[in-house]
């Protein structure tokens, strides 16, 4: 008796071990289909190796779940597409009358007029060249969230911050900025876009100029990680978190629409690497990232 109770007790203990192997692979198989579902953009459903009651009832409610995520995905690409369409048709639709309008300023300049005349129209010409820096920072921000196709090829990262920075040489010099570089010795290399990457750090150092009172530091690590910081005293923790958001502008600047760092944010993602902000301290990082 004594033997027939241990072999029954280790068909028992024996069984238990397949039905929780059974279920921590069912489990596991779960938890990476749902994961591949996330980063897909698929209509399939999760599915599962096994016949537990519990686990299928639980693969069922995330599916519904995934069908609902989908259904805002959908809503949520289907209103950006619009907000794009708007932006591409308003900046069309503004250029035309703000450059009759700049002629007529010009027409203007030749006439004779009052001190208060010169004064209002050096006011207007003002206005109407704000205007116009703006729609075209939106023809800007159209072409760029366009779904063009990107050229990848070896792309330098160590070559391209320095041909950004000198591209900046007279911006800053005529605000006292004298970049602090660290750079590796050697090239890093990436497959990218070159024109896109330039647009990329062409927008992250516009901002950086815009914030920064006279000092910026761009760091490069061997393995692909671009950092610009400086000091900017007008922003904290919440605004810098912020700057990524379209049409988002730290102060009430007639002459920006915010989208600098928003276009970079788009390309970034689309050459396949991450950008972030972060403040600390008075001053402000914007870490580039562009993995292997």
């Known amino acids: 008796m004594g033997w027939a109770a241990a072999a029954v007790l280790a068909a028992v203990v024996l069984a238990l071990g397949v039905k929780v192997w059974l279920l921590r692979r069912g489990a596991k198989a779960l938890r990476l289909d749902l994961s591949q579902k996330l980063r897909e953009d ?16 639980l693969a069922a409610s995330l599916n519904e779940e995934l069908r609902l995520l989908r259904k805002e995905r959908l809503r949520y690409q289907q209103g950006d597409r619009e907000l794009k369409e708007a932006v591409v048709n308003v900046s069309h639709d503004l250029r035309t009358p703000l450059t009759a309008l700049s002629g007529y300023v010009e027409l203007l300049k030749g006439e004779a007029l009052s001190p208060a005349g010169q004064r209002y129209l050096s006011q207007i010409e003002d206005r109407a060249q704000a205007m116009q820096a703006m729609t075209e920072e939106l023809f800007r921000y159209s072409l760029a969230a366009e779904e063009t196709a990107l050229t990848l090829e070896p792309v330098d990262l160590r070559a391209a911050v320095e041909e950004a920075l000198l591209s900046f040489y007279g911006a800053f010099q005529q605000k006292g900025v004298v970049p602090q570089l660290s750079l590796p010795q050697g090239p890093v290399t990436r497959q990218l876009d070159k024109a896109a990457l330039s647009r990329v750090l062409g927008n992250i150092l516009t901002n950086a100029l815009k914030y920064s009172p006279g000092e910026l530091a761009v760091a490069l690590s061997p393995a692909g990680g671009l950092t610009f910081s400086n000091p900017a005293p007008g922003l904290d923790p919440v605004s810098a978190g912020r700057l990524f958001h379209r049409f988002y502008t730290v102060e009430s600047s007639a002459q920006s629409t915010g989208l600098g760092l928003s276009i970079a944010r788009e390309l970034t993602q689309r050459l396949g690497g991450t950008i972030s902000a972060r403040w600390e301290s008075g001053r402000l990082q914007v870490e580039l990232t562009f993995p292997e």
């Open 42 to 57: 698929t209509n399939t459903l999760l599915s599962l190796p096994c016949r537990d009651r519990e686990l299928r009832r």
